[in-house]
């Protein structure tokens, strides 16, 4: 037996992936520990993980005004990811002291890439180390461009030669220097070099990098780092509240029962903090559509005022893997715990992206054929409706969406991610 530990940051799709992975190390004998906020200890003390808790703070899912400000200000499409590396840095050396405590006798540690004290605890305790992306703009490829969500238009000149983000790259690392530099004071003072690029090179293992998404996202670059493995998607979607059956909701199935598949309109577990008129305006598309349409808002703060109309129905929460095969067609945020649970289920989608990787996970199911994207600022019921309308008339987008699901099942991210981290250890 191995003591294996994960250390996570984030939302739902930050934390997801590496419950699936720690569940099934489990099963194989090791001792998995999740290193991360100990606002999750609700959700790995529901399925028998352990956790060792790792500032920063976040704040707990029942002061829904607190967690709406934070991701509102991190939802940001321009400056949301700086607003958040700004505050782990204020955090950092607590980060790093909980995680080197956390590492203490471990035999492997697996990393995601937003703590940026990962790199530094897995080198000053020369522990093996495994390092994670969850999706392909974590890998830049001047070969595969990803769309950059400050400037998304700036993917059209990165897609005509190589070139170009060659010389693009290195800008974006300069411009982000002053924000690293709390990453090098922290390694100056434990006795490291100040060492490579924090958010680009550092950020992965020379000896193991699992790309826990699908092939269906993107293929192996010759520029990506040389220990990069693309393994499929890691799933898990189960909420783990206190009170939440392990059954599905009755009434969600009745509602499903009772017609045609619906539009299932989400915007995960981060986004659905930070916009409450996104559900409005897309009952009203639904009604411009004549289709029905089931929301899941989060929380009761988000629930549309008043009575829904007929062939509406919202719920706070449900498990995409058995909702989204129902659906006809899923409006989403294009994170991408999401993405890839509407590739699992081989139904096409809308993105409406707010910041981060949204931008580039929804442009690359567009690019496959089983997706439309529209950018939350133009996001109305209109442009809604107007979007939709070929994803629910035209078959070509099921079909493509059909093929893709067929790929991502074929995978298993999972068990070939585990096979990984079993062949370093």
């Known amino acids: 037996m191995k003591t294996i530990v994960i250390s996570t940051f984030g939302s739902f799709g930050d934390l997801h992936p590496y419950i699936a992975v720690a569940l ?47 991701i509102s200000e991190f939802m940001d499409p321009r400056r949301g990811t700086v607003r958040i590396f700004r505050w782990l840095n204020e955090s950092l050396r607590e980060s790093y002291e909980d995680l080197l405590a956390a590492a203490a006798g471990a035999d492997l540690l697996v990393t995601h890439p937003i703590p940026f004290a990962n790199p530094v605890v897995a080198e000053k305790t020369g522990l093996p180390w495994v390092s994670c992306v969850l ?4 890998l830049l490829s001047v070969y595969d461009p ?30 982000l220097r002053r924000l690293m530099e709390p990453i090098y004071r922290l390694r100056r003072d434990v006795g490291l070099a100040r060492g490579r690029h924090p958010l680009f090179e550092a950020q992965h293992s020379p000896a193991l990098v699992l790309a826990l998404f699908s092939k269906a996202l993107a293929e192996p670059q010759k520029d990506w780092p040389p220990s990069a493995r693309v393994t499929g998607f890691a799933f898990y979607d189960r909420r783990d509240r206190a009170g939440d059956s392990a059954a599905t909701d009755p009434a969600l199935l ?81 994170g991408v715990g999401t993405t890839g649970q509407t590739l699992l289920a081989g139904v096409p989608s809308l993105v409406v992206p707010f910041s981060h990787d949204q931008f580039d996970n929804g442009a690359r199911v567009a690019r496959k054929g089983a997706a439309r994207t529209l950018p939350r600022r133009r996001y109305d019921a209109a442009s809604a409706a107007r979007e939709l309308r070929p994803l629910l008339n035209d078959p070509a987008y099921a079909e493509r969406a059909a093929r893709l699901a067929r790929l991502v099942r074929e995978e298993d991210g999972t068990r070939t991610a585990c096979d990984l981290i079993e062949s370093l250890l």
């Open 254 to 334: 009745e509602f499903l029962d009772a017609g045609p598949p619906p539009v299932v309109f989400t915007l995960g577990s981060a986004a659905v903090w930070a916009d409450r008129d996104f559900y409005a305006e897309s009952i009203e598309a639904a009604r411009a559509l004549g289709t029905r349409a089931l929301l899941l808002v989060g929380d009761e703060a988000n629930r549309p005022a008043g009575p829904l109309p007929e062939g509406v129905a919202a719920f706070d929460y449900a498990p995409y893997s058995e909702l989204f095969p129902r659906a006809a067609a899923v409006v989403h945020h294009g």
């Open 135 to 138: 999706s392909p703009i974590s």
């Open 146 to 175: 990803s769309v950059p969500p400050q400037m998304p238009g700036l993917y059209k000149l990165l897609r005509l030669h190589p070139a170009f983000g060659r010389v693009l790259i290195p800008l974006g690392k300069l411009q």
């Open 24 to 70: 099934e190390l489990k099963r194989r004998g090791h001792r998995p520990v999740i290193a991360t906020a100990e606002a999750y200890r609700e959700k790995t003390d529901a399925v028998g993980l352990e956790l060792r808790a790792v500032r920063p703070d976040m704040p707990s899912w029942d002061r829904p005004e607190e967690v709406g400000r934070l």
